[in-house]
């Protein structure tokens, strides 16, 4: 069966610093990939998807960027956060047209 | 931008009775789905319809779909304490390469008293 896995859980950063956060997908190959951040209380943005090894789609321009080194990897990485990157970050898989499968997600704050 | 956009915010009801939530949208879709999220946790798919389906059975899920009015509802069934959750619609619009892109609301707030 398909699992995704999102690391870490929870993270809090000071302004200024980097992040990186990883998403992984096992027992599928070649999915499209997808970054999403929730801001409190707020519905879903989406922020990077992914078709495949190096293909990456921005939606929003934004202090972050995306990477995808290997098919079941995704990597969402600042070189300086802001305040305003504080939020709830979502990674999913999907193949074709059906419903998204979401990891358990990264709770960011920036202080 | 917002494609979904979700009525009511927020839903406070006894165990037992039915549940509505509804999703308006803007643009033409492929399919539109509805997703469930407890609290500090990630979404769960609940139920797909397409954009040539009117109805679509998922236990006691209902989704109808109206693509004339661009509006969808979410009907749950005999609520159950176990249902508080938020509830997002998503709309699906091609991306090519068999990729799609999802737009989410801002979510119905349901709070399922026991």
């Known amino acids: 069966s398909q699992t995704i896995h999102q690391w870490p859980a929870t993270l809090v950063q000071p302004v200024g610093s980097p992040l990186s956060l990883e998403c992984t997908v096992e027992g599928t190959s070649n999915p499209n990939l997808y970054w999403y951040r929730q801001a409190a209380g707020r519905g879903l943005q989406l922020l990077f998807y992914s078709v495949g090894i190096g293909q990456i789609s921005s939606e929003v321009p934004q202090n972050l960027s995306a990477s995808r080194p290997q098919d079941r990897q995704f990597i969402l990485s600042s070189k300086k956060l802001l305040l305003s990157d504080s939020g709830f970050y979502l990674c999913?898989?999907?193949?074709?047209?059906?419903?998204?499968?979401f990891g358990s997600g990264t709770r960011l704050t920036v202080v | 931008s917002q494609q979904g956009e979700e009525d009511p915010q927020a839903l406070s009801i006894q165990e037992g009775e039915n549940a509505t939530m509804n999703c308006s949208y803007k643009?033409?879709?492929?399919?539109l789905q509805w997703y469930r999220q407890n609290s500090g946790r990630g979404l769960v798919h609940l139920i797909l319809i397409r954009s040539n389906e009117r109805e679509k059975h998922s236990g006691r899920l209902r989704v109808t779909l109206d693509t004339s009015k661009k509006s969808s509802s979410l009907l749950i069934t005999a609520s159950r304490a176990a249902d508080t959750a938020s509830y997002f619609c998503?709309?699906?619009?091609?991306?090519?390469?068999?990729?799609?892109?999802?737009?989410f609301g801002k979510g119905t707030k349901l709070s399922v008293i026991p």
């Open positions: 998503a709309t699906a619009r091609g991306g090519g390469a068999g990729s799609y892109q999802l737009t």
């Open positions: 999913a898989w999907s193949a074709g047209y059906y419903g998204y499968t």
């Open positions: 643009t033409s879709i492929n399919n």
